[in-house]
């Protein structure tokens, strides 16, 4: 509903009932009737309602001085009491209320001391409570009014948070896959094109089985890579079954295609899915900076199965030298750090270059 509907309701539904206990109200002795201008007066209170969200402090001070007015001149009662309350209230919800909240203390001091004055009242006389309670009552409403919708501001903006975040994560991961991917793939398909180019008058047979593997690696390639690309056009995935993650049991073919020698340590087992293609991912990874930046002629992968966790090395036989900092290198350690992980690169002892990073369970 339009809040002008809303402003509307509560003008009219305030108007009303102001009216109604102005001509409702008991005349008691010595006081005045409501006349015309006691009409004008709580009339100016009620159609200055619709811009209290906008001035509270300056409506109250209009509506309270018009008030304290209407008893200064001895007209019966609290009849133009409701405006008062909506005034008040307004204060209270209001999202600066230092000015308001002594404007509103102020008011309310006000009228106990010209009911006194006018009813000749005891400050804390029983007649004087209702009055003074219904005010503070308005004014606490706002507050906790108030304090309600600032926790709804603060809670959609941690879930607007929250869901940025997703989105860059999200998007982190799918820069790493994509990266991996492409990186893994022209590896393969630079070695197998290199043996087949190699062997292909000597050994046609081995040239085909080479670029077999070229067209293998390509094809799932392209499958991930489709994937990847539809999540980030328009955040849903390409039509087709998914792709299955990759796991460590994908690593002989990894070793086939590259030319990797793969060795176990322990008791293979089941591990969580997250764990085998974050492993998977760290061995593609550094065995694909081995072929294409360390031109290593060997390349020896070890996974070690422990009760605690899993643990991964790489170790080539390439140029070796200090790692410069890169997207692989990153993507591999922030995989092994987001399981709780560890990864490390350098110069290995006795040349080649070494990678070696532990994946808790």
Do not use: K
Not at 98 to 114: H, K, P, S, T
Request: glycine letters at 10%; hydrophobic letters at 50%; a positive charge.
């Amino acid at each position: 509903m339009r809040r002008w509907v809303v402003e509307t309701m509560i003008v009219v539904a305030v108007g009303v009932l102001t009216a109604y206990r102005l001509a409702t109200t008991p005349v008691a002795l010595g006081d005045r009737a409501p006349d015309l201008w006691a009409y004008a007066a709580a009339a100016v209170m009620v159609f200055v309602l619709p811009v209290r969200r906008r001035w509270p402090v300056g409506v109250l001070i209009l509506v309270g001085g018009l008030y304290l007015a209407y008893h200064i001149y001895h007209y019966p009662g609290g009849a133009p009491a409701v405006p008062a309350w909506v005034a008040l209230y307004s204060v209270g919800a209001a999202s600066r209320q230092r000015v308001g909240l002594v404007v509103a203390a102020l008011f309310v001091l006000l009228d106990a001391q010209g009911r006194v004055a006018v009813a000749g009242a005891r400050p804390f006389d029983a007649s004087l409570d209702s009055s003074t309670v219904v005010f503070v009552a308005a004014l606490l409403l706002g507050e906790v009014v108030r304090g309600r919708r600032t926790q709804l501001a603060l809670l959609a903006a941690d879930q607007s948070r929250a869901a940025e975040q997703r989105v860059v994560e999200e998007r982190i991961r799918i820069a790493r896959e994509l990266h991996d991917v492409t990186a893994h793939t022209l590896a393969v398909v630079s070695v197998q094109a290199g043996v087949a180019a190699d062997v292909l008058d000597e050994d046609p047979a081995q040239a085909r089985a080479a670029l077999r593997e070229v067209r293998r690696a390509s094809r799932e390639a392209m499958v991930e890579l489709r994937a990847a690309v539809g999540v980030l056009r328009d955040g849903t995935p390409a039509a087709g079954p998914e792709p299955p993650t990759p796991t460590l049991d994908r690593l002989p073919a990894l070793a086939e295609s590259t030319g990797a020698v793969v060795t176990c340590d322990g008791e293979p087992r089941a591990l969580p899915r997250a764990v085998e293609t974050t492993a998977y991912r760290i061995v593609q990874e550094a065995v694909t900076n081995a072929l294409r930046h360390a031109g290593a002629a060997q390349i020896e992968v070890r996974v070690g199965y422990r009760p605690d966790g899993l643990s991964v090395t790489v170790r080539d036989n390439g140029r070796g030298g200090v790692p410069v900092a890169g997207n692989g290198l990153r993507g591999m350690a922030e995989r092994a750090g987001g399981l709780g992980g560890w990864l490390r690169a350098g110069p290995a002892d006795g040349g080649g270059f070494e990678v070696r990073g532990w994946l808790p369970v």
